[in-house]
């Protein structure tokens, strides 16, 4: 590799690494120095471990009836059944 800056960044289906940068000198050859970018911890050795399993997908929520009453279309029914079935009532109260 030549030397300077060089950046690795680890792509792999299901985890998270860190990327590492690693500093390849020009004055002393063979000396390299790695360290990860977060925290700028030296690594001695270059294994890494993944830092987390990354989720892909979100889970869905459970049924839930209150859900579809709070809708908005769930709401307009509910209002629509009231004036059906209480306005007629009051209609009632009034000619009396």
Excluded: C, W
């Excluded at 800056?5 to 000198?25: A, K, N, Q, W």
């Excluded at 977060?38 to 839930?64: D, S, W």
Aim: aromatic share 8%.
């Amino acid at each position: 590799m030549p030397a300077g800056t060089h950046l690795i960044e680890v792509s792999s289906l299901g985890y998270f690494f860190s990327p590492v940068r690693v500093d390849i000198s020009a004055r002393n050859p063979g000396h390299i120095q790695a360290a990860l970018t977060e925290n700028r911890r030296v690594l001695n050795e270059l294994v890494l471990e993944p830092l987390k399993e990354e989720q892909y997908y979100e889970m869905r929520e459970p049924f839930n009836i209150l859900s579809l009453l709070k809708s908005p279309m769930g709401m307009m029914v509910g209002f629509m059944v009231v004036m059906v079935f209480v306005m007629p009532k009051m209609m009632e109260n009034i000619g009396t």
